[in-house]
């Protein structure tokens, strides 16, 4: 089994910076991509970021400019910088890789992002 756990949201005023965190855990050979949602209130879950294990990046053209994803091991964290009102969401990570059990894609439980005055 593999378990994402995330830390690092709360309640941020508008221009403001928080850094999310995503550890993947459990009996795991590789990671390959890792990545960030969001899923605002009576809207659909929409990507955010991804990186490869290669590194290589991209983003949601919304986010260009404001958000860093990067990883580390079994780490995946999302840089939030400027934040606007409209940033508020709940955050979720998505990791792909092999196991013990064989590929999985696994999703964060989710952590709330508020950006308010």
């Known amino acids: 089994q593999v378990q994402l756990v995330e830390s690092g949201g709360g309640l941020v005023q508008p221009g403001g910076s928080l850094r999310l965190s995503c550890v993947a855990s459990?009996?795991?050979?590789?990671?390959?991509?890792m990545g960030w949602y969001r899923q605002a209130p009576g809207k659909q879950r929409e990507l955010v970021a991804t990186?490869?294990?290669?590194?290589s990046t991209d983003y949601a053209d919304s986010v260009k400019g404001q958000f860093t994803i990067s990883r580390s091991g079994a780490t995946v964290y999302l840089q939030m910088n400027s934040l606007k009102p409209e940033d508020t969401a709940v955050y979720y990570c998505?990791?792909?890789?092999?196991?013990?059990?064989?590929?999985?894609?696994?999703w964060g439980q989710g952590t709330q992002v508020t950006v308010s005055s």
């Open positions: 998505n990791v792909g890789g092999r196991g013990v059990a064989g590929p999985f894609v696994g």
């Open positions: 459990g009996s795991i050979f590789s990671i390959n991509a």
């Open positions: 990186i490869t294990s290669g590194g």
